[in-house]
T-cell receptor
Framework: EAQVTQNPRYLITVTGKKLTVTCSQN?????MSWYRQDPGLGLRQIYY???????DKGDVPEGYKVSRKEKRNFPLILESPSPNQTSLYFC???????????FGSGTRLTVV | GQQLNQSPQSMFIQEGEDVSMNCTSS?????WLWYKQDPGEGPVLLIA?????ELTSNGRLTAQFGITRKDSFLNISASIPSDVGIYFC?????????????FGTGTRLQVTL
């Protein structure tokens, strides 16, 4: 089944403790992206990647890092999480940029 | 970064009614997309629009790409309970290598029997 898989689905952590949210797609898509969803703000792009080793900042990149060493994987790294990064995170992939992104099921992160 | 203005923010309707929602921007987009998000899930693409003035249907859903390229509309006819969810519009400016999508703030739809 074609899908985008994120792990974990839920995570509670403490301020300053580094964490990684993994994302993997099995559709051989070129484009991958990370979004955060907050009430009243919709989905905002954190980072995106157009291909292996090619990444760029989205609208809200501060406090996040990404890497794209392999086509299928696009992990999101929070080096020193803070409470304002408590949010619902989505990974998405697409064959041709914004046309028809497939989204993962989300990771709900709480930073205390 | 820019966000799209989506309205209404929420709506309660009765089963069988038609629904309309829209999305506006101060900037031009080359592609408009409409997504639906069910509770606990990621957004799923409903309709994609690639040309100004384009009208596209997907079952009971119809979406239009505004002539000015600064707006888009989504209509749902004869709503049913499974239409419940949050509907997002998204715009893309670039073509080719550009992959940035800008999302609206969402319209929460609730359908009563």
């Amino acid at each position: 089944e074609a899908q985008v898989t994120q792990n974990p689905r839920y995570l509670i952590t403490v301020t300053g403790k580094k964490l990684t949210v993994t994302c993997s797609q099995n559709m051989n898509h070129e484009y991958m992206s990370w979004y955060r969803q907050d009430p009243g703000l919709g989905l905002r792009q954190i980072y995106y990647s157009m291909n292996v080793e090619v990444t760029d900042k989205g609208d809200v990149p501060e406090g996040y890092k990404v890497s794209r060493k392999e086509k299928r994987n696009f992990p999101l790294i929070l080096e020193s999480p803070s409470p304002n990064q408590t949010s619902l995170y989505f990974c998405a992939s697409s064959l041709f940029g914004g046309r028809g992104y497939t989204f993962g099921s989300g990771t709900r992160l709480t930073v205390v | 970064g820019q966000q799209l203005n989506q309205s209404p923010q929420s709506m309660f309707i009765q089963e069988g009614e038609d629904v309309s929602m829209n999305c506006t921007s101060s900037s031009i987009f080359n592609t408009w997309l409409w997504y639906k998000q069910d509770p606990g899930e990621g957004p799923v693409l409903l309709i994609a629009l690639y040309k100004a003035g384009e009208l596209t249907s997907n079952g009971r859903l119809t979406a239009q790409f505004g002539i000015t390229r600064k707006d888009s509309f989504l209509n749902i006819s004869a709503s049913i309970p499974s239409d419940v969810g949050i509907y997002f519009c998204a715009g893309q400016r670039g073509t080719g290598t550009a992959s940035k999508l800008t999302f609206g703030t969402g319209t929460r739809l609730q359908v009563t029997l």
